[in-house]
């Protein structure tokens, strides 16, 4: 007898299925979505221009698709409101996204670029306040 859990599967995982079929919007939503937590949040990660440069990385078409796979999970991770660890709770709240943040570094070390990380930097200069500028 099979396990009736296991029926849903058994078609294949489609992402539409989950995200909806409008890519155009899904993209629009991840990119403001980053932007702007990445605006609110990144001067209280340890991996702040490497979570930035992730994400051009992502944005740049030379980058293999499996890549993209893992950042964009990486990235929907850290900008998705339901986490492990709730991102407001003190000094806690960003260690699952930290976690998540650096295996996906990890895996795709050798695929971001120094371009990516020039990026990255730029971006940060610009849109980023330093801690205690106000």
């Known amino acids: 007898m099979e396990n009736r859990w296991l029926i849903p599967f058994k078609k294949g995982v489609r992402p539409e299925d989950y995200v909806g079929h409008d890519e155009a919007r899904n993209e629009h939503v991840v990119r403001e979505g980053f932007l702007a937590k990445a605006k609110r949040s990144l001067n209280r990660l340890p991996l702040a221009h490497e979570t ?36 407001f709770l003190p000094l806690a709240g960003f260690s699952d996204d930290a976690g998540v943040l650096a295996a996906a570094l990890t895996a795709v070390s050798a695929h971001i670029t120094d371009e990516h990380r020039a990026r990255a930097r730029a971006w940060m200069a610009v849109e980023i306040i330093p801690q205690g500028a106000v």
């Open 52 to 87: 930035v440069a992730l994400y051009f990385c992502l944005l740049d078409p030379k980058t293999p698709l499996w890549v993209k796979g893992i950042v964009g999970a990486a990235l929907a991770y850290f900008i998705l409101p339901l986490d492990a660890i709730p991102d």
